[in-house]
């Protein structure tokens, strides 16, 4: 804010001084006369003057009686005439012409009158151009700083409330709301912005949540295995003593010990389980999408970026069909398939085809330079599951997870496969939707 404002003062204090500056030339400058073509118009008048005279004998009573005789001949510039007697004897020269401080006028002298012809010489007064400039540079410095007003009160200053609240949501701090902003540049980004905290902090509780009853399984399990390990133990040391001397016993001994294994391999399988389980949620709003829109915007992101990257790009035809499913999450899947064949294909070509089947829209995501090994293909989709075809590019192994789950959700199917063709190797990924 500090910067509008030094800019605002110094755009007032430069238009103040552009003016002054306008104001002193015009103030040194003397406007010339824009035009001569008065001259012209008492030329003319004079000769007709003259031709009047000689062919009447007499002396011309007025204007109107000169532009008769010459036929309705207008005088332009000349707004005015006197007919004055000619003094017996006077052989005065009158100049031509005369100016009587500011009325103009002319002499025309002849044998017979004084013909005193009032005019106009078309001289611009400064005047008038002076308040024209300084009209116009006075309008360009008032929307000038109206503008930067605008700016300073409609984006800067509302920006200034929010600059803080990317760092505070990076430090944590997500529990206090946005206030409403229904401002017209800013406000949908602080209904996103709310959003997303909202959302951030869902997040955090469900993952503390999820830590705590975690904690608490392990907790249960660990003490339920004590329990079987301690009646192992106790076996153990009474058959290392040789408290048992029946083979009868010996085998009823065993055979608990066993019993007593497998209850803790059942508390060791469900403590598997527990960390398998499904440790992200998604949130999946499922209802009639089209989905040639969500390949359109697919295809208009990738090619700038594929161009980027040098790679071909290529999205075949597609029909645009009502489907099933949530469009936000369906482009999240495909980005997700797009970014893989991108990170993990040889950097040459990507293929999208889509098409309808009976019940099902099928797109399919191909790239070339498939280094997976069809041993490690049916596990592609599992949580933190990475192929050997990885090699230093960074990754968690959650990519082809969230896609299932995500399918799954919105009652779809994602598969992969490895196909020939061209005697190129290929990946190849499908997402299937239902049809409406």
């Known amino acids: 804010m500090k910067k509008i404002n030094q800019l605002l003062l110094a755009v007032l204090l430069g238009g103040l001084a552009a003016l002054c500056l306008v104001n002193g030339l015009l ?90 012809v009032y005019y106009v010489s078309g001289k611009i007064s400064d005047g008038p151009v002076r308040v024209l400039v300084n009209g116009i540079a006075g309008f360009f410095l008032l929307l000038t700083l109206l503008v930067l007003w605008y700016v300073r009160q409609k984006i800067l200053r509302p920006f200034t409330r929010f600059v803080q609240l990317p760092y505070e949501l990076s ?26 905290r909202e959302s951030l902090e ?18 249960s399990l660990s003490h339920d295995i004590k329990t079987p390990l301690s009646a192992i133990h106790l076996y153990a040391q009474a058959l290392c003593r040789n408290l048992y001397r029946e083979e009868s016993k010996k085998q009823e001994i065993a055979g608990k010990i066993k019993e007593k294994a497998e209850e803790i391999e059942t508390y060791v399988s469900e403590i598997v389980k527990a960390s398998n389980e499904d440790f992200l949620s998604f949130q999946v709003e499922n209802r009639e999408i089209y989905v040639g829109e969500i390949l359109e915007e697919i295809r208009i992101y990738y090619e700038e970026k594929m161009e980027l990257y040098q790679l071909e790009f290529k999205m075949e035809p597609y029909s645009n069909c009502l489907v099933w499913g949530d469009s936000a999450r369906l482009t999240e899947a495909l980005q997700n398939v797009v970014e893989n064949a991108v990170k993990y294909g040889d950097g040459r070509k990507i293929r999208i085809q889509s098409r309808r ?8 995501v191909q790239n070339t330079g498939c280094g997976l090994s069809s041993k490690e293909l049916p596990h592609i989709f599992d949580s933190f599951f990475r192929g050997s075809n990885v090699g230093k590019n960074p990754g968690s192994g959650l990519g082809l997870y969230i896609c299932r789950q995500l399918m799954h959700q919105m009652e779809g199917e994602i598969t992969a496969g490895i196909r020939e063709k061209d005697g190129e190797s290929w990946m190849e990924v499908c997402l299937a939707l239902h049809l409406v």
Request: glycine share 8%.
């Open 357 to 364: 089947e009976e019940e099902e829209y099928i797109i399919v």
């Open 27 to 116: 103030s040194g400058t003397e406007l010339s006369e824009t035009s001569r073509e008065y001259r012209i118009a008492l030329n003319r008048l004079e000769r007709t003057i003259a031709d009047f005279e000689q062919q009447t004998g007499r002396a011309a009573e007025s204007l109107k009686e000169l532009s008769g005789y010459s036929k309705g001949t207008d005088y332009p510039f000349v707004t005015g005439l006197s007919v004055l007697p000619y003094p017996a004897g006077d052989s005065r020269e009158p100049e031509k012409f005369w100016k009587n401080g500011e009325e103009e006028y002319a002499v025309i002298a002849t044998e017979l009158a004084y013909y005193k």
């Open 171 to 196: 430090r944590g701090n997500l529990t206090l709301p946005l206030k409403e902003n229904k401002d017209r540049f800013f406000g949908k980004f602080m209904w996103g912005m709310d959003l997303l």
């Open 202 to 219: 869902e997040t955090k509780t469900r993952e503390l949540e999820l830590q705590k009853e975690k904690k608490v399984l392990l907790l």
